[in-house]
């Protein structure tokens, strides 16, 4: 009974789509140190990093719900049919951000002083649809905190590398976020929703999409020479570069069909290429 319920809960937050911030965070951890940091410093930045992603998702799914029981793509979801209740995904989101404020406290005080930063910006981003189309962004900007959190969980301080990390994550996730985002056209339109897709059409958008996707791939390349990265995350790179390209190869205005795919699935793949081509270069040709 309660595996089952630990299973819905993990279902509930999408936790298998952690790996989408997961690698940045991890790369930019063992650029940070240089290597692996001391076990202490590893432990606490898992459970901050799993602590703000579970929190942040568990009330988006809270504060949507009334939005997902319209659509007929999310009335499935776990809320819209009563699987989980309200007061459940509260105390998830409370223990969440609780666990992310002890591993802050525990890493350094620079983390500790942005922990109302980083909820404020998980709390704002669940309300952007209904005010603005820069939720991808928001949603990107977001989840190029993670490489920036990382960072300064190793060092305690600020430096350029992880915000480049970070800008890179950013505009990969807005890109596939709004792909994602335009089977809700219809849906968002009547419903008064923003996106990019329903202020923009989906042909724009999925333009915008693309030069997101182009712009991460330039930044990464940059990093290449900013990090002393050799051959083999080039490599890494050429793979990314195939898998976006596929991915965009798969969607067009007229065709939709694919856009689960092309957005998650995919995504998937090339958050793991660049997690072990990454952490393969540090590790072995430093």
């Known amino acids: 009974m309660v595996f089952k319920k630990i299973k819905t809960y993990g279902r509930l937050v999408m936790f298998s789509h952690t790996i989408f911030s997961l ?13 692996m940091p001391d076990f202490r410093v590893f432990f606490w930045i898992a459970v901050a990093f799993l602590g703000a992603r579970t ?9 949507d719900k009334d939005i997902d029981v319209k659509n007929p793509r999310t009335a499935n979801r776990h809320m819209p049919k009563g699987i989980v209740k309200n007061y459940e995904v509260i105390l998830i989101t409370v223990v969440s951000f609780l666990f992310l404020g002890i591993a802050a406290y525990m890493l350094n005080s620079l983390c500790f002083k942005l922990l109302p930063v980083a909820i404020l910006l998980f709390l704002v981003y669940s309300y952007t649809k209904r005010f603005t189309w820069a939720c991808h962004i928001v949603l990107g900007v977001i989840s190029g905190g993670a490489p920036v959190g990382a960072w300064i969980a190793v060092t305690g301080s600020f430096a350029w590398t992880p915000f480049i990390l970070g800008a890179a994550n950013a505009l990969w996730v807005s890109g596939f976020d709004i792909i994602y985002g335009s089977q809700d056209v219809d849906f968002d339109r ?8 329903s202020v923009f059409g989906v042909k724009t958008a999925l333009l915008i999409a693309r030069l997101a996707h182009i712009g ?5 390349f940059y990093i290449y ?5 050799s051959w083999l995350y080039l490599i890494g790179l050429g793979v990314v570069v195939w898998l976006l390209y596929k991915e965009h190869a798969m969607v067009s205005p007229t065709n939709l069909k694919d856009v689960n795919i092309a957005s998650y699935s995919i995504n998937q793949l090339v958050s793991i290429v660049f997690l072990i081509f ?9």
């Open 216 to 220: 991460a791939v330039m930044i990464l």
């Open 55 to 63: 929190g942040a998702n568990a009330i988006n799914r809270l504060i």
């Open 23 to 35: 690698s940045f965070a991890f790369v930019s951890m063992l650029m940070a140190a240089n290597g």
């Open 278 to 286: 990454s952490t393969a270069d540090i590790f072995l040709l430093r």
């Open 225 to 229: 020479f900013n990090a002393n990265m």
């Open 190 to 197: 009547k419903e008064g929703l923003y996106s990019i897709p």
